[in-house]
């Protein structure tokens, strides 16, 4: 369901970082040609291999980004939370075809925009092309040190340095809600299910942290700093 960009959409987007270089005149402009859109669970957003015509922002809600193997694999790239965009790299790509999919993992309220829209706006504004780069290098930074993770660090290293992240989105609470499904986590860590759940029970065994459904109670952080 498409629909105007409501008040708290035109809010969110204002204070996004790939908008606040855009002077008043130019982020309405944009944000007339933008729409908001309502999605459920299990929606596709997008193909590998599609033409990459549109970026979003994510309102409300999580998609999910992931890579097919020739096998029928399914590799989780990134997981999509609320307050953030994606997809606005392929406007700059030679080819410009989205390198992966998307998928709607629950109930989701997004801003759609054109990539053209935004591309033309880029080109009438320097400042705003740094600030786009300097968004850029900043997400390429990122990428590089979970590269890092997944390549040198095995399965144990891996999910204790996810834990660590996770504790820092929640301080000074030490409990962590697992929000994702365990098959979700560990694709994300390139790992399987069974992996991540020996791995946490062994955290548990050691005293650690505790399992209380969904949640994750660490009981001794600088224990686990020292795995």
Same mark, same amino acid.
């Given at each position: 369901m498409s629909q105007p960009v409501s008040e708290s959409g035109y809010n969110l987007a204002r204070n996004n970082l790939l908008f606040k270089s855009l002077d008043q005149e130019r982020f309405d402009w944009l944000l007339?040609?933008?729409?908001?859109?309502?999605r459920i669970k299990g929606d596709?957003? /997008?193909?590998?291999?599609?033409v990459a015509d549109r970026f979003y922002l994510v309102m409300s809600g999580r998609i999910k980004l992931y890579h097919l193997s020739q096998d029928g694999q399914e590799k989780?790239? $990134?997981? !999509?939370?609320?307050? %953030?965009? /994606?997809a $606005?790299?392929?406007?700059?790509?030679e080819q410009g075809r989205y390198p992966v999919y998307a998928e709607v993992l629950e109930?989701?309220?997004?801003?759609? /925009?054109r990539s053209k829209d935004y591309r033309? +706006? +880029?080109? &009438?504004?320097?400042?705003?092309? /740094?600030?786009?780069?300097?968004?850029?290098?900043?997400?390429?930074h990122l990428r590089m040190s979970? !590269?890092?993770?997944?390549?040198?660090? %095995?399965?144990?290293?891996?999910?204790i340095r996810y834990l660590l992240t996770q504790l820092e989105l929640v301080k000074p609470a030490n409990v962590i809600e697992l929000s994702m499904t365990k098959r979700l986590i560990a694709s994300r860590l390139a790992m399987q299910p069974e992996t991540f759940s020996r791995v946490i029970h062994d955290l548990k065994d050691q005293g650690i942290l505790t399992i209380q459904g969904? %949640?994750?109670? !660490?009981? &001794?952080?600088?224990a686990l700093k020292a795995c």
């Amino acid at each position: 369901m498409s629909q105007p960009v409501s008040e708290s959409g035109y809010n969110l987007a204002r204070n996004n970082l790939l908008f606040k270089s855009l002077d008043q005149e130019r982020f309405d402009w944009l944000l007339g040609k933008a729409r908001q859109e309502s999605r459920i669970k299990g929606d596709a957003l /997008f193909s590998q291999g599609e033409v990459a015509d549109r970026f979003y922002l994510v309102m409300s809600g999580r998609i999910k980004l992931y890579h097919l193997s020739q096998d029928g694999q399914e590799k989780v790239v $990134e997981v !999509i939370s609320a307050g %953030n965009t /994606f997809a $606005e790299a392929v406007m700059f790509m030679e080819q410009g075809r989205y390198p992966v999919y998307a998928e709607v993992l629950e109930n989701s309220q997004l801003l759609v /925009f054109r990539s053209k829209d935004y591309r033309s +706006l +880029l080109q &009438d504004s320097s400042e705003m092309c /740094f600030k786009l780069m300097s968004t850029m290098a900043r997400r390429l930074h990122l990428r590089m040190s979970e !590269i890092e993770t997944l390549t040198i660090q %095995n399965a144990r290293h891996r999910v204790i340095r996810y834990l660590l992240t996770q504790l820092e989105l929640v301080k000074p609470a030490n409990v962590i809600e697992l929000s994702m499904t365990k098959r979700l986590i560990a694709s994300r860590l390139a790992m399987q299910p069974e992996t991540f759940s020996r791995v946490i029970h062994d955290l548990k065994d050691q005293g650690i942290l505790t399992i209380q459904g969904r %949640n994750l109670e !660490i009981l &001794d952080v600088k224990a686990l700093k020292a795995c």
